[in-house]
């Protein structure tokens, strides 16, 4: 069984490692937890998932949330969401969070930094294979989404690819909406680890 499992991988392409990496994690967190929160001393990392925060139920809630169904290695129940928390001595100041986005071209990694309200401060492209890769990374394009957060959202619809921000300027080609997608799976997450959580314990 073993031999046929290896094979299959070889003829996908896929290594060994894809299996058990499918999380999103910094490249460098010491540099870009300093670039995204100037103010910060340091910071703390967790891993959570959707299948220890609330199982099958809250699977589907955030699925009904999104607006459209999980699907690939990058979004199964088990999938470890890699949560910063950005520190000013003991006091909390933000969070840091990303997730994998399949693109038109290939996989993304869209990263949000936010405060301790949900409300996005930065964003950032850890990784993005697009044709237009370059308008995508400029801090143009990362501004449109500070100041924001899963309230501004909630209309946006990826199935349908309707109901953008109205402060966001629209594109049309694929990247700009699986980027959009990203965002709001990001946000909503945040909001089921981090954020309602908060509120159930005040």
């Given at each position: ?33 300093k670039r995204l929160f100037p103010a910060s001393t340091g910071y703390r990392t967790a891993y959570l ?104 959202f909630a209309s946006y619809n990826p199935a349908t690819r309707t109901g ?39």
């Amino acid at each position: 069984m073993k031999k046929i499992v290896l094979i299959l991988m070889f003829l996908l392409g896929i290594s060994g490692n894809t299996f058990a990496a499918v999380g999103c994690d910094l490249n460098d967190p010491d540099r870009d937890v300093k670039r995204l929160f100037p103010a910060s001393t340091g910071y703390r990392t967790a891993y959570l998932s959707i299948d220890k925060a609330g199982g099958e139920t809250l699977f589907k809630q955030v699925e009904t949330r999104l607006g459209d169904k999980f699907s690939g290695l990058f979004e199964t129940i088990d999938v470890p969401y890699t949560v910063y928390t950005i520190l000013r001595g003991k006091e909390t100041i933000g969070y840091i969070h990303g997730v994998n986005q399949r693109g038109q071209f290939g996989g993304m990694q869209v990263f949000l930094a936010l405060d301790t309200k949900g409300t996005i401060t930065d964003f950032y492209m850890q990784r993005l294979t697009s044709k237009d890769s370059a308008a995508m990374r400029s801090r143009e394009f990362a501004a449109q989404f500070r100041g924001l957060s899963i309230a501004n959202f909630a209309s946006y619809n990826p199935a349908t690819r309707t109901g953008v921000p109205s402060v966001i300027k629209q594109r049309e080609d694929n990247d700009f909406f699986a980027v959009l997608r990203a965002v709001k799976k990001n946000l909503i997450l945040m909001d089921v680890f981090i954020f309602s959580s908060k509120d159930k314990k005040q």
